[in-house]
């Protein structure tokens, strides 16, 4: 099974937003030393504790400073940009980088005032639907568009380095458009843990191969998971503790507060978190896969079974990097990677 990350650039307590983008870069280099699959970088607006916010920017950063890893977005947000930009963009970054580029396309509203923020054309209201947008960018990296379409004969000689392209998403929408488009499909199970089976069977039963270079010819699935891994039980839990504070503040209705060092989140919590454990033959991935390396490999490896997914994309949010980066080395050790 490969394993991934997708890196959001959390801002450490008592750090910068600079400091948290370099660390990024550090993480990059730390895991493809230790044979991880792929990073990709997110896209989110507004949130204190978090700095990615523009792929396309940390993409070449960490690129130009790796040589083999995979580097992509985790998603760019299509329905808030031009298509024709966004392709652009990708195939410069794939010109720069070749063969390492990865196109990871989503959509997400990002609050009202920042979705406001983001659109050019504000005398409209903002629709989170991308149907459109996704279906052009395939267009646009296949050149496949209808003999009547106004770009069909557009003399543009800038689309013609194909980065790879994966839709992401956590809704039956997102598994119907990349199973009518015929895309590997990316599933995020740390948003939508009840849905997950049933939407990644809608996705395969669906799914159409794909006639252009974009796509691919059978179905394609890859799960996204919250993951931290710890020598103890109990370190995992503390390490796990500062994202249940974050989780426990947006319940609240609290967007902008900094995420906590371990320590200030357990006495945040009143003591620490439980673990969740995977349910054998559920495809019901846990909010969190916490514990020690054999616990965390026996969950994933369940859980990569039972839904017939040979690629898992670890997400977290640990505020101690010095334990990330050990939560990294120690997974690669139990998956074999070293």
Known sequence: ?????????????????????????????????????????AEHHGAASIAGRAP????????ANTSSIRVGSGSVLLNHYSVFKVAEVFCTLNELYPGRIDLGAGRATT????DFALQQDRSKQFRSDS???????????????????PFAKAPIHTIDSHPELYLLGSSAWSASAASQLGLPYVFAGFINQKGTRQIIDSYRSGFKPSAGRTGVKSPEV??????????????????????????DNLARGIIDAQMPAPDDAVK???GLPSLETYMKGSGKPPRFVAGTPDQ???QLTQLSNDLSVDEIIIQD???NHDARLHSYDLLAGVFDFI
């Open 1 to 41: 099974m490969k394993l991934s990350i997708v890196d959001l650039s959390t801002v450490i307590p008592g750090e910068t937003r600079h400091d948290a983008l370099m660390k990024s870069i550090d993480v990059a280099q730390h895991i493809e030393k230790l044979g991880f699959h792929r990073i990709w970088v």
């Open 56 to 63: 396309e920017v940390l993409i070449p950063a960490i690129a």
């Open 111 to 114: 609050g009202p005032i920042t």
């Open 131 to 149: 149907d459109q947008q996704i279906t052009e960018l395939v267009a646009w990296l296949d050149h496949s568009f209808p003999d009547d379409h």
């Open 222 to 247: 890859i799960l996204s998971v919250h993951v931290v891994c710890a020598d103890t039980e109990e370190e995992a839990r503390r390490q796990i503790a500062p994202v249940h504070v974050m989780y």
């Open 268 to 270: 945040k919590l009143g």
């Open 296 to 298: 965390v490999h026996e």
């Open 317 to 319: 949010m640990m505020t």
